[in-house]
């Protein structure tokens, strides 16, 4: 059993790794389509307000409660937990994340093997390996049990390297990475005819559709799949943060990172679909509405590559290397609560760990792939409609109700010996213990 914990080495470091967990295909893909399909511009303002007024202070909440438990998500919340019956609701709380999280990353695999294989398709175009760029974009069943297996092995590979060398190590590659593929991409795409019709309709909001309440539930969902929340994701995060650390503004970079990749994604998509429009694929209707979400990323953005002739191909090639590494630090993630729950309470090496929990996780996916029509759906809803936002709320209510207000507070002057003066110090406490889970309740309520 390993009885030294990990612990990421810098700030710098635990920034890249829970922004990396944030920023995903939820970011590049869900927000620029989310933003197409209800009223562009309007709802950039919702997610906005609510990703710093509701999810900002939902993060902190699993950030503080792994910190202060310096252990898994459930063995954290059981030590905020006085009684019997706490206990077994913190354990109830910290599993259910985890199982969230396994079952997030069975979907997720897949989807980010399509993202795997779309990227080796342009390469094997310009190799001209005709027949394998064919199979990369057959959507065949073997096709995505292989990918979805190399992606699973992947993610294995770097957590089973540990917290500093694996997570932290393979974020600061790899986030830099994506950010620079992201404004050279965007940078070619601003350049073509229609882009500016794109950004239009991107940034300036149409004020009717505001307070639609179906804006409102797509826009707090986002948020919390964006914020990688009620997973037990960011509880076993902040439990690898150093007590020398100011944790609210550490939660504070990842949120901003987080909304300000999802921001700069929808730069590069929404222009995007326009260039495409103008080019003759069809993306909108008459009346103006995205003719389909779901084929977006595999329809019509490579259609618009094809467009392009030669060039299409490198551009294809960055747009795909791009969501493959945004997949994998999320995903990356979504493993290490499960392993680090199975190392610390089953004695576990954290390399058996990892391999028998990638390994059900991939079981999984299979299951989901021979049985896509039916499944997948379901355990997307399951997991990011009713999971991830029961959890995060439970979250809040162990912080607001369940914790001595004393412990918690001493547990944000940790890293943070002024805090006492700052605003977050006034509204934080009471704004976790009513406002975050009422209005969690109320967008869950919606939802049923
Ligand atoms: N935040 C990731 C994204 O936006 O794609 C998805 C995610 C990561 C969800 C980790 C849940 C999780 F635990």
Redesign the pocket.
């Known amino acids: 059993m390993s009885t030294v914990r990990g612990e990421f080495s810098s700030r710098f470091g635990f920034i890249m790794a829970a922004a990396g967990?944030?920023?995903?295909?939820?970011?590049i893909w869900?927000f620029p389509t989310q933003t197409a399909s209800n009223g562009g511009a309007a709802f950039v303002l919702v997610y906005l307000v609510l990703a710093f007024c509701l999810a900002y202070p939902a993060l902190m909440a699993e950030l503080v409660i792994g910190r202060h438990g310096q252990a898994n998500a459930v063995s954290s919340l059981q030590k905020l937990s006085g009684n019997a019956f706490n206990k077994r609701f913190a354990f109830a709380v910290g599993f259910g994340g985890i199982i969230c999280?396994g079952l997030?990353l069975s979907f997720?695999a897949i989807v980010a093997g399509w993202m795997f294989s779309a990227t080796l398709e342009p390469i094997a175009k310009l190799t001209r390996l005709s027949d394998t760029a064919q199979w990369l974009s057959s959507q065949s069943l073997a096709r995505d049990l292989i990918f979805t297996a190399l992606f699973v092995i992947l993610t294995i590979s770097i957590i089973s390297k540990g917290v500093e060398n694996g997570i932290e190590k393979w974020s600061k590659r790899l986030m830099p990475a994506l950010l620079g593929i992201l404004f050279l991409l965007i940078a070619y795409v601003l350049m073509q005819d229609g882009a500016s019709e794109g950004l239009k309709a991107y940034l300036v909001p149409d004020f009717s559709s505001i307070l639609n309440p179906e804006l409102l539930v797509s826009a707090l969902g986002q948020a919390f799949?964006?914020?990688?929340l009620g997973?037990s994701?960011m509880i076993i995060y902040g439990s690898y943060i150093s007590r020398q650390e100011n944790l609210v503004s550490l939660g504070a970079y990842v949120t901003l990172i987080d909304v300000f990749i999802a921001f700069v994604a929808g730069l590069l998509i929404i222009p995007a679909m326009y260039v495409a429009q103008a080019q003759g694929v069809e993306i909108f209707s008459a009346n103006g509405q995205l003719l389909s979400e779901d084929t977006l990323v595999f329809q019509v953005l490579p259609a618009l590559f094809e467009s392009m002739g030669e060039v299409g191909l490198y551009v294809g090639f960055a747009f795909f290397a791009l969501m493959s590494i945004?997949a994998l630090t999320?995903s990356i993630?979504?493993l290490e609560?499960p392993v680090s729950y199975a190392v610390e309470r089953f004695a576990l090496s954290r390399l058996q760990a990892t391999w028998v929990i990638g390994g059900l996780i991939s079981l999984v996916s299979f299951t989901i792939i021979f049985n896509f029509s039916s499944l997948f759906g379901f355990v997307v809803s399951l997991t990011t409609q009713f999971g991830q936002p029961l959890i995060g709320m439970f979250c809040c209510i162990f912080v607001g109700w369940i914790w001595h207000r004393n412990g918690l507070l001493t547990e944000i002057r940790n890293g943070y010996p002024d805090a006492e003066h700052s605003v977050f110090w006034r509204i934080w406490p009471w704004y976790i213990k009513f406002i975050c889970p009422l209005a969690i309740a109320l967008v869950f309520i919606h939802t049923l």
Do not use: C, E, P, R
Not at 21 to 27: D, E, H, K, T
Not at 225 to 228: D, I, R
């Open positions: 967990s944030a920023v995903g295909l939820g970011n869900g999280a997030i997720y799949f964006s914020l990688s997973t994701v945004a999320s993630s979504m609560a």
